[in-house]
């Protein structure tokens, strides 16, 4: 289960707050850490529609765990 840092706050993604938190932080720093690494990886957060989500900053893919739903393998090492 991946877990988020909101300013301090941890979240789970399965949190019923989630999406929420989500909408209230859109816009606005510091942005939400993805917590699948000790540091926290910098995430931002999309309005899609009526709904926000949050997403991985472009090209920190390979940054996060591999067990992580925001991983991507480097363009070197696929296919």
Do not use: W
């Not at 988020?4 to 932080?25: H, I, M, Q, T, W």
């Not at 957060?45 to 893919?61: N, S, Y």
């Amino acid at each position: 289960m991946t877990t988020y840092n909101f300013s301090g706050k941890l979240v789970e993604r399965d949190d019923p707050d989630f999406d929420r938190l989500v909408a209230s932080v859109h816009g606005v720093m510091p942005r939400p850490l993805c917590m699948c690494r000790h540091q926290g990886i910098e995430m931002y957060v999309a309005r899609a529609g009526d709904h926000c989500i949050i997403k991985r900053m472009p090209d920190t893919g390979n940054l996060h765990a591999t067990s992580c739903g925001s991983y991507e393998a480097p363009a070197e090492l696929s296919g």
